[in-house]
């Protein structure tokens, strides 16, 4: 079956969308929805069966859905319509929420039901909601309506039913089975039509959310009433707020348990600072925020480090309050690296903000892991964050700096710096636990360890070209180690997301855990207690030491990172400047206005060189 994927933007949910279709050995095309033009033009060259559209702000051309089976993924329960589903779920506190996939149809988000699927709502950030439970269930609502097809093409084949005069068929007929009549028996298997007005219906017509509906009462509303507005507006649009009488975004909410509660400062003061975040008072304690963007008429900002956006003066006389280095405190406060120990096993996690790592950042992770180091345990394992596993060099802060290029060797430096701290572990094993998305160099930092585990659902983009970069962190060692030099270069040059199972049929991981994300910690941990008190383990260690030996006998470990880092030089200083272009799109959210080739099966054309952003690129080459 030929499915085009028709996406505002190749997200998480279209990503996840992707390879499992792909895994399941559908043909998969993608579009993104820059023009009603593109989007005819794709469905005329692809010609698909059926169309899914996961993530969409505009809606489907009518021409298209009215000749072509077209699946609308919603992010809300059944009956829900609007496009701040998930903002007003948060916000109003539901207990469950849930992902519907219906036919596109003339009302936005009304057409007919073909599967929902709900869950229990966590008290989370919108990001974290959508990238881990709509998609999950998002991808379950894909995949029963895709069986449903199956079924009905069955009986259409054995002639079971009874075709309806005037049936629009698709460019392939496909699309007639759902716009037949069937015997009853077959009923479950067809698309329910909305009934809005039916009483039993949770799920309603909900307006646009407005910063009026966001807006925070410093004087009135509760530390948990404050993180919930800020939690509905991750991601976008934020929160609008004033700081000193200027204009900001905010992002990043978390609570604080320990400071505010005694301060004598007014709600909405600025009482700490921590790691870029600020911590502000509230009626009832305080609260930390992560990120802020200035708000200015005509100007255009983005997302920062809050204390990186405020003037100088506004943080002035407010104290530093750092947290030790392996932090293992269970109270609620902002942090992003924290350390559990169990049973012989220690726990690193890093919850870096989109998984973005700044110098900054790589250097106090890399202290963290040379002090677990030395604890005394015979596991250790990086457990990443529950929104991203990491996503490499931090490009916001990079294009903020006042020589980009120099920052952007910086980060890379101090990246390689933090892999090189994991690889350089020989007394202990290292296990490297995935259970988000990965991307670039995280990916690659995650290979430095000596086990890497992924949990099924979690999406791997083992690539840099995309961003015009040649990459380092070492790949050319531990990407090669694991999966062979051909397979190594197709995933690097290809710049295409894979998932676990892939993953791990290519070597490239050492297994993956099939559990839901609320699980996963719980499942390393044992796995890693296991490990430490295996009678094998003292061989597997012996064996490790011998095989880094043997590497760095056949190849230094630092003649790799020169060779990757000669390359990522001429990406940051040389004649092309392909990298810094697409960086300044990527953080600006400036679209290219083209899908790219390699997203684009229908637009490829043999021997052709890939487009990146709508610049014409040859390959960059490998060593």
Aim: proline share 5%; charged share 25%.
């Amino acid at each position: 079956m030929r499915i085009l994927l028709i996406s505002t933007s190749f997200n998480s949910f279209s990503q996840r969308i992707y390879v499992d279709l792909v895994d399941a050995g559908y043909e998969v095309s993608i579009e993104l929805s820059f023009s009603h033009e593109a989007m005819h033009e794709a469905v005329a060259l692809f010609e698909p069966d059926v169309i899914i559209c996961p993530f969409l702000k505009e809606p489907v051309p009518e021409g298209i859905w009215r000749n072509h089976l077209t699946l609308i993924m919603h992010p809300g329960i059944k009956g829900d319509r609007g496009p701040t589903s998930i903002d007003w779920a948060i916000l109003e506190n539901r207990s469950f929420w849930g992902v519907t996939a219906l036919e596109a149809a003339a009302e936005m988000d009304a057409g007919a039901v073909w599967s929902t699927h709900n869950f229990k709502l966590p008290f989370a950030t919108k990001s974290y909601v959508y990238r881990t439970h709509i998609v999950e269930e998002g991808v379950h609502c894909v995949f029963a309506f895709l069986d449903k097809l199956a079924s009905l093409r069955t009986l259409a084949a054995a002639g079971t039913e009874r075709a309806i005069p005037g049936t629009i068929s698709g460019a392939k007929g496909s699309i007639a089975i759902a716009r037949r009549s069937f015997p009853a028996k077959t009923a479950p298997l067809l698309p329910e039509p909305l009934n809005a007005g039916d009483p039993k219906l949770e799920g309603r017509l909900r307006p646009l959310m407005k910063q009026a509906d966001r807006k925070i009462d410093w004087w009135r509303d509760s530390s948990e009433v404050i993180v919930r507005k800020i939690h509905a507006s991750d991601g976008f649009p934020g929160v609008r707020d004033q700081i000193c009488n200027q204009d900001y975004l905010l992002f990043g909410a978390h609570f604080e348990d320990r400071l505010g509660r005694d301060s004598i400062a007014s709600p909405g003061d600025i009482i700490a600072t921590r790691y870029g975040a600020i911590c502000r008072k509230t009626v009832d304690g305080a609260i930390w925020i992560s990120h802020l963007k200035r708000r200015a008429d005509g100007a255009k900002f983005f997302k920062l480090p809050a204390a990186a956006v405020l003037p100088g003066d506004v943080l002035a006389g407010v104290p530093d309050s750092p947290l030790p280095v392996l932090f293992a405190g269970e109270y609620r406060t902002f942090k992003e690296i924290w350390y559990k120990e169990k049973n012989g096993a220690g726990f690193l996690f890093f919850e870096f903000h989109n998984g973005a790592m700044s110098t900054e950042q790589c250097k106090r992770l890399t202290a963290a892991v040379l002090d677990a180091r030395r604890r005394p345990v015979k596991v250790l394992v990086l457990m990443g964050g529950v929104n991203f596993w990491s996503n490499g060099i931090h490009l916001n802060i990079i294009e903020a700096a006042s020589d980009p290029a120099l920052e952007s060797w910086n980060n890379i430096n101090a990246m390689d710096d933090l892999v090189l701290a994991i690889l350089r572990s020989q007394d202990q094993l290292t296990i490297a636990a995935i259970g988000a998305n990965a991307g670039a160099g995280g990916v690659m930092l995650a290979l430095a360890a000596d086990r890497v585990i992924v949990r099924n659902g979690a999406v791997l983009n083992p690539h840099y070209k995309s961003m015009g970069l040649y990459g380092s962190e070492y790949w050319t060692y531990s990407l090669p180690k694991r999966v062979g030099m051909e397979k190594a270069i197709e995933l690097t040059e290809n710049c295409l997301p894979i998932n676990a199972k892939i993953a791990a049929e290519i070597g490239m991981i050492d297994a993956l855990i099939d559990c839901d994300a609320d699980q996963f910690e719980a499942t390393v941990t044992a796995s890693a207690e296991v490990l430490a008190k295996s009678e094998d383990y003292p061989s597997l260690l012996a064996m490790k030491r011998i095989q880094r030996a043997r590497d760095e006998a056949r190849k230094p470990l630092s003649l790799y990172r020169h060779e990757e880092l000669s390359e990522m030089r001429l990406n940051f200083w040389g004649t092309d400047d392909s990298y810094h272009l697409a960086r300044h799109d990527f953080v600006h959210k400036i679209s290219c206005g083209n899908t790219p080739l390699r997203l684009a099966k229908h637009r490829q054309e043999e021997g052709g060189a890939r487009i990146i952003c709508g610049r014409q690129q040859q390959a960059l080459s490998h060593h």
